[in-house]
Structure formats: structure tokens, C-alpha cells
């Protein structure tokens, strides 16, 4: 088999390496990709993610079997729609499915449709009806903006002030384009925040392991929310109870939901979830895997990945298995400034061995053929180990030995699971 992923970081690094590993499968291009990829046996493709038309020439030219859609922005673009126009299997929702992650407001409709719990909300995409909602709500409170925003546009704000702001930020002055054109404000939810991913097919899903991830910038979930700065998986104090309500009152119902109102859901689903004292609630939903949670969640993959994948997209039944034991744990390193302003070209360390796996997130070949960071999140280390302090141990030994100069990595990951 021949086999394209579409995406350029550590997510789709993550994916073309699970399915390199695939005895079937012969090659695996990544469109755009990056450079560190390289050293993986993943072959690049420079076509971006936009380009629809080059993609399905390329796939078509290459004799693809099927395309795996990593991106956000990709999904809500059609690209799923297109390939399968052209009468090319592509993994991934369709663009009206897709809507459950590129509107928020439109993934909020659905769940109070159907009956699925999540926070108490409003829409708003006028900043004086808004900053009303706000002063009555009062503090603390969340302001989302209604689109995609690289996982960048959620403000949990402390006070009431912070709230008008970051609202008058995404309505007013256009902080994230047409993506802040509408804002859903919503209650403050307080527990234990988790993923759940799942592979599915219409009203068929597969779970994959539970994971958690860490959206603040810096050690103590402190500093702005970012695209996430480590994982791990399983999560093992939560219990088995709490995934199984979650899968009766939110997986079951979006799906079903999904179909009546004629959007059938193919791919990845995410489900961010939060502990709360009523029980498992919704934080947001998205429509592919996570980064940095698929990380940590393929390597625990043991059964034959594309062909997974193969059967999905047949509609047949998917021979998932998983590693029982033990938990994979993973650090992102980011240049400095991430999420904001940061600086390029700083040199990488050599590529891990042994029970250290490097994906590669923001990085690039320079004239020199050395490899240098090329974004705000870089690269992310990842191993397997029998318990999550000695996870900590062996990722964070490793990094004390690396030159991280112009890079840094939060140092708490995973400590949730030791309290």
C-alpha cells in the first residue's frame, strides 16, 4: 500500500510512523510534512494543505490507497469532500461533520439538541450584548471564539475585566479574523479535565486509551493556553465508571445526533472532557486527533494501524488493539515566546534512541542540512514506561542532557497522576 497524510507536525508525524510500521504498507508520503520526519523513512511531499487540486493529482499520480486528514483547518476546509469528488478515499469527517470543531456555537446546538451535558451558554457577535452577559455572569467565565483559532482562541477568564477584554479583542479588534466574528460565552466548569478519543463510523466507534493534556504554557498551568505542551495516556486514576458515562451521555448521542441531522461522522472524533460533580461534561469537541495526545496514544497501538484504517473505510469492523500496561508520556519543546512571538533557526538536538522517540513538530533542513526549529512548538519526546514517574524520570533525564538554549518545556508533565 501506498498511503499520504496530510499535515506538517508532530500529529501527523505520530500518524505516518504508526502506519510506516504496518507490514502492507510500502510508503508513506506526509503533505507538507517537515524535515524531521526524514530520518523516520517518511517521504515528503511539498504540496500545503490548501492546495486541494495538486493533492488529488499527487494522490492520484502516486496510485494512493487512501489519504489520513490531520488538520483542523483542512477538515473545515472540505478537504475530505474533494478527494472523495474526485473519487479518492480520504480518512477524515466531511466538512458538515467536521463542523462539531470549526464551529463551536454549531457543536453547542448539537449538544443541547441532543441532550448531552455541557457548559450553560450564549452566542454572541455583538460586543455590547456580549460585555452585558459577561457583567450579569460575572467571574470566573470562558470566552471562546466561535471558530478555528489553533487552539489559541479560549480565554478562562479570572475577572470580569479579562472576559470584556478578551472579547472585545475577538469582536472588536478582529484578534483571530473571521474566526472571532461570533464568540460563545460559557460558564466556568471546575473538576478534571481528559480526552477521549474514539475511531468511528456512522454509530460505530472504537476508543482509543484515555489521555490528558496540558494547554498552559508554563509548569503550574500558568501563562496563555497553547496548542498543548505535553500528554500522557492512559490516565490512570481516572476510573472505568467515568469513561463509560461518558461514552452513554455524550459519544452515543453526538453520533446518533450526527446522523438525524444528516451529517454521518468518519474519522477521528475528540471528545474534551471535564470531571465534574454532575458527572462527565463537554469542554469542546474536535474532529481529528489531538496534538500532543496522539503522541502518546499511537505508540500504545498494537495492532496493524492501516489496516485499522483499511476496514473503517470499508465499513468493516476494525481489529483495534492496545497496550494493556504501562503509560507513554510526552514533553513538547517550544521555542521561546510560544504562543506569542518566537524566534526560528535555533539548532536541534540529534534525534533519540532507544526508549525515546522524537516527533517532530516545527522544524526544517537549514543550508546546511542541519536541523533547526521552524515553530512555536518544536519537537516533543515520548517513551514508555511502567509507571508515570518513571515516564518523568527518563523524558525529563533526557532533556537535562539536551541543549534546550532558545527553547522551553514545561517540567510538570503528568504530575496530575501522582497527586
Given amino acids: ?63 494512493i490507497d487512501w489519504t489520513f ?62 460585555k452585558a452577559y459577561i457583567e450579569a455572569q460575572g467571574a470566573p467565565i470562558v470566552v471562546k471564539a466561535d471558530g478555528l483559532a489553533l487552539g489559541k482562541g479560549v480565554v478562562v477568564a479570572e475577572t470580569v475585566e479579562e472576559a470584556t477584554a478578551a472579547a472585545h479583542d475577538m469582536l472588536l479588534d478582529n484578534k483571530f479574523g473571521d474566526s472571532g466574528a461570533r464568540v460563545v460565552i460559557e460558564e466556568f466548569l471546575s473538576g478534571e479535565e481528559f480526552s477521549l478519543f474514539a475511531f468511528v463510523n ?61 451529517r454521518p461522522y468518519l474519522g477521528v472524533l475528540y471528545a474534551g472532557l471535564i470531571v465534574t460533580a454532575e458527572g462527565p461534561k463537554v469542554i469542546e469537541f474536535n474532529a481529528r486527533f489531538g496534538d500532543p495526545e496522539t503522541q502518546v496514544i499511537l505508540p500504545r497501538l498494537t495492532s496493524n494501524f492501516a489496516e485499522n484504517i483499511t476496514d473503517l473505510l470499508a465499513g468493516k469492523i476494525p481489529a483495534f488493539t492496545w497496550l494493556e500496561t ?33 516527533y517532530y513538530a516545527g522544524a526544517i ?8 526549529s521552524n515553530g512555536g512548538r518544536v519537537y ?11 515516564a518523568q524520570k527518563v523524558i525529563y533525564q533526557q532533556l537535562d542532557r539536551q541543549d534546550t538554549a532558545g527553547m522551553f518545556y514545561r517540567t510538570d508533565i503528568g504530575n496530575k497522576a501522582n497527586q
Fill in 380 to 390: 516533543m519526546l515520548v517513551t514508555t514506561q511502567e509507571t508515570v514517574s518513571q
Fill in 326 to 358: 504501562g503509560v507513554t508520556l510526552g514533553v513538547v519543546v517550544a521555542s521561546e515566546g510560544y504562543p506569542l512571538e518566537y524566534e526560528k533557526g535555533v539548532r536541534l538536538p540529534a534525534k533519540t534512541s532507544g526508549d525515546i522517540e522524537t
Fill in 202 to 262: 456512522g454509530e460505530n466507534f472504537y476508543l482509543m486509551p484515555t489521555a490528558q493534556d496540558h494547554k498552559r504554557a508554563f509548569t503550574g498551568d500558568k501563562g496563555p493556553n497553547t496548542g498543548g505542551m505535553g500528554a500522557y495516556a492512559p490516565v490512570p486514576h481516572l476510573s472505568a465508571g467515568v469513561v463509560d458515562q461518558s461514552v452513554e451521555t455524550i459519544i452515543k448521542p453526538v453520533l446518533k445526533g450526527m446522523i438525524a441531522e444528516g
Fill in 1 to 63: 500500500m501506498k498511503l499520504l497524510v496530510v499535515g506538517s507536525g508532530g500529529r501527523e508525524h505520530a500518524i505516518a510512523k504508526k502506519l510506516l510500521e504496518s507490514v502492507d504498507v510500502e510508503k508513506v508520503f506526509v503533505a507538507p510534512g517537515n524535515s524531521g520526519m526524514v530520518a523516520d523513512g517518511i517521504d515528503l511531499v511539498n504540496i500545503g494543505i490548501s492546495e486541494h487540486s495538486s493533492l488529488i493529482a499527487f494522490a492520484q499520480e502516486e496510485g
Fill in 69 to 130: 486528514v490531520g488538520p483542523d483547518d483542512a477538515l473545515a476546509a472540505g478537504l475530505v469532500d474533494d478527494f472523495e469528488a474526485a473519487g479518492l478515499q480520504a480518512f477524515g469527517p466531511r466538512k458538515n461533520a467536521a463542523e462539531l470543531e470549526w464551529s463551536k456555537d454549531f457543536a453547542k446546538s448539537i449538544m443541547t439538541k441532543y441532550g448531552v451535558p455541557t457548559a450553560r451558554y450564549e452566542t454572541f457577535s455583538d460586543f455590547e450584548a456580549a
Fill in 365 to 372: 533542513f537549514n543550508a546546511d542540512q542541519e536541523l533547526v
